[in-house]
């Protein structure tokens, strides 16, 4: 057992000899040999100390650098994630430093408003708002994000946005909330919610039918807060999503324009960009679909099928309708061009000939949804137009082709109204 080359040996127990394990190999087995050999293996009690210090040398190797990684990849989260709150910080540091400037409240703060978001008043494109009420009182639409994800840019492309600016015909931002993953945006509370409740409103519901005033003043204060967007701030804003879900209405039915998201921000000098398609099917001008670029003239479009909608109480386009009726916009310019306007307007409206507003209204509508961006009005010449500040020229007639419109009536040099310039924001 002294032998330290020794790891084995085999006893004969019939003959009583022994063999070593470098000697099995002399070792033959016979036939009708009925030897039997015991074996024998030695195994070390304890480890050397030079095998320890081996051992630990090799669990050194192994685990060091594993760990110096680990370390490495936990700094480079916790930097990666610092630099995208302070960037976040910095995209909305700035509104803190403004007079009137939206409050960021915590994510508890409107949990408790909104009574745990327990008040559903509807669904957005990127999350549900709810109903709450602040400490003061005062009610409040909050709009929670469902996943950030996706929804982040348009998120911050709204506060930075709706934030920096106040109109009485522009939703106010009330404050805003950042909090971890958490993106929650708190509006002034609009009671009678969105136009399209209202103008679409079917035998089943319960909203009242708006009359003609109502409807005309609402059209005004739209036509101005666009006007308002796109020559009044500092930078040009394009709304890029103007449809009658984003027309909200407070109590006495003021409209304010609403959903910054898809906003599209220009330098003044700047008269178009171009830009991914952003926007609302049927209320996309043609210049989005043929990737043109687009201008302040692309929300003046979707202005022009939102005030088609008003005066007709019903969608541009409808597939349940057989008639002429099922696309609005041609059959429209098929009744200017024939003299029955009466036909355009919304059958449970009493037409009135000589209340000059309907005339001004359709001829306006007309004339914001040509195919030619440089035949529509600016927004600031829409609101003139409809105050009866300037004439409204006859629009040019149209015929569908497809799915697009194409001007075959009159040249456009003399037929696009005069510019009026607007001595202030209305």
Partial sequence: ????????????????????????????????????????????NHVSGQGGRHTVIIVATVVGPLAFIGVLIYVGLYIYRWTSTQDQEEGYGYLHTMAGAPTR???????????????????????????????????????????????????????????????????????????????????????????????????????????????????LGTAKGLAYLHQDCESKIIHCDIKPENVLLN??????????????????????????????????????????????????????????????????????????????????????EEGDICTIFDAKLKYDRDDDRMDRAIKVALWCIQEDFHQRPSMSKVVQMLEGVCDVPRPPTCSQTGSMFHVTGHKSSGAIPSAVQLSEAR
């Fill in 251 to 336: 109590d006495n039915f003021t409209a304010k324009v609403s959903d910054f998201g898809l906003a599209k921000l220009m330098s003044r000098e700047q008269s178009e960009a171009f830009t991914t398609l952003r926007g609302t099917r049927g209320y996309l001008a043609p210049e989005w679909i043929t990737n043109c670029a687009v201008s302040d003239k692309s929300d003046v479009y979707s202005y022009g099928m939102v005030l088609l909608e008003i005066i007709s109480g019903r969608r541009s386009f409808n597939r349940v309708e057989v008639s002429e009726k099922a696309h609005f916009p041609p059959f429209a310019f098929k009744k200017m």
């Fill in 105 to 219: 409240f915590t994510y508890k703060e409107l949990q408790a408003a909104t009574n745990n978001f327990s008040d559903k008043l509807g669904e957005g494109g990127f999350g549900s708002v709810y109903l709450g009420t602040l400490p003061d009182g005062s009610h409040i639409a909050v709009k929670q994000l469902e996943g950030v994800g996706q929804g982040e840019k348009e998120f911050r492309s709204e506060v930075t946005i709706i934030g920096s600016i106040h109109h009485i015909h522009l939703v106010k931002l009330r404050g805003f909330c950042t909090e971890g993953v958490h993106r929650l945006v708190a509006y002034e509370y609009m009671a009678n919610g969105s136009l399209h409740r209202w103008i679409f409103a079917s035998e089943e519901d319960d909203a009242p039918v708006l009359d003609w005033d109502t409807r005309f003043y609402i059209a």
């Fill in 1 to 44: 057992m002294a032998n330290c080359s020794c790891v084995a040996m085999f006893f004969n127990q019939t003959s009583g000899d022994c063999f070593l394990f470098d000697q099995i190999g002399s070792l033959q087995k016979k036939a009708g040999d009925r030897t039997v050999l015991t074996t024998f293996v030695k195994i070390p």
